[in-house]
């Protein structure tokens, strides 16, 4: 079964870090590019991160540019996102999701989604 | 980043018609980009619904259907049932293939 699990969500406090983790199985993970996606309470989705399938190129959204992190240990067929200086409107659901890009350019559609972790920061 | 622009509600009885609009840009989905379609269920993760502008992925009814035409897509629901109540998100890219999402409409079954 194709899978995503995210993990390390909680209550962090505004300037604080925290990293999550996307655990990955039933497909192979190395040939994928990975994203992180979040939805405020109450909000819709909005996207945050990608990375390519070897970890060569990133891309962030310009909310996140210079406090976030995306990874990837293909080893290990997890995805990370490290989150420094969080603020009060990071608060939210960050879910992981995989799609595929084709030797012609092509960037596929987003299937799986993991069940997603909530990061709530708050003093 | 510029988002994609969706009505915030839309609403029909059981039975009917109902359809979803999804405005995008010269840059995004007029670029040739392609749109996709996002179920999400109350409480639960998005689920893809419409992939490659039309096209349902096994599981999907086909009384869910897609079209794109210019800077707009659209995502029409037929014979409108309860389980159909959800947020629906349209996706799609920019050139430097960041993910642009629609701003979500919540399908009310009347």
């Known amino acids: 079964e194709v899978q995503l699990v995210e993990s390390g969500g909680g209550l962090v406090q505004p300037g604080g870090s925290l990293r999550l983790s996307c655990a990955a199985s039933?497909?192979?993970?190395?040939?994928?590019?990975m994203h992180w996606v979040r939805q405020a309470p109450g909000k819709g989705l909005v996207w945050v991160s990608r990375?390519?399938?070897?970890?060569?190129?990133?891309s962030y959204a310009d909310s996140v540019k210079g406090r976030f992190t995306i990874s990837r240990d293909n080893a290990k067929n997890t995805l990370y996102l490290q989150m420094n200086s969080l603020r009060a409107e990071d608060t939210a659901v960050y879910y992981c999701?995989?799609?595929?890009?084709?030797?012609?350019?092509?960037?596929?559609?987003?299937?799986?989604w993991g069940q997603g972790t909530l990061v709530t920061v708050s003093s | 980043q510029s988002v994609l622009t969706q009505p915030p509600s839309v609403s029909g009885a059981p039975g009917q018609r109902v359809t979803i609009s999804c405005t995008g840009s010269s840059s995004n989905i007029g670029a040739g980009y392609d749109v996709h379609w996002y179920q999400q269920l109350p409480g639960t993760a998005p689920k893809l619904l419409i992939y490659?502008?039309?096209n349902r992925p096994s599981g999907v009814p086909d009384r869910f259907s897609g079209s794109k035409s210019g800077t707009s897509a659209s995502l029409a629901i037929t014979g409108l049932q309860a389980e159909d109540e959800a947020d629906y998100y349209c996706?799609?890219?920019?050139?430097?293939?960041?993910?642009?999402f629609g701003t979500g409409t919540k399908v009310t079954v009347l």
């Open positions: 490659g502008n039309s």
């Open positions: 039933g497909f192979t993970f190395s040939s994928y590019w």
């Open positions: 999701a995989s799609n595929y890009y084709d030797s012609s350019g092509y960037l596929y559609w987003f299937d799986p």
């Open positions: 990375i390519n399938s070897d970890g060569s190129s990133t």
């Open positions: 996706q799609s890219y920019d050139s430097s293939l960041s993910a642009l």
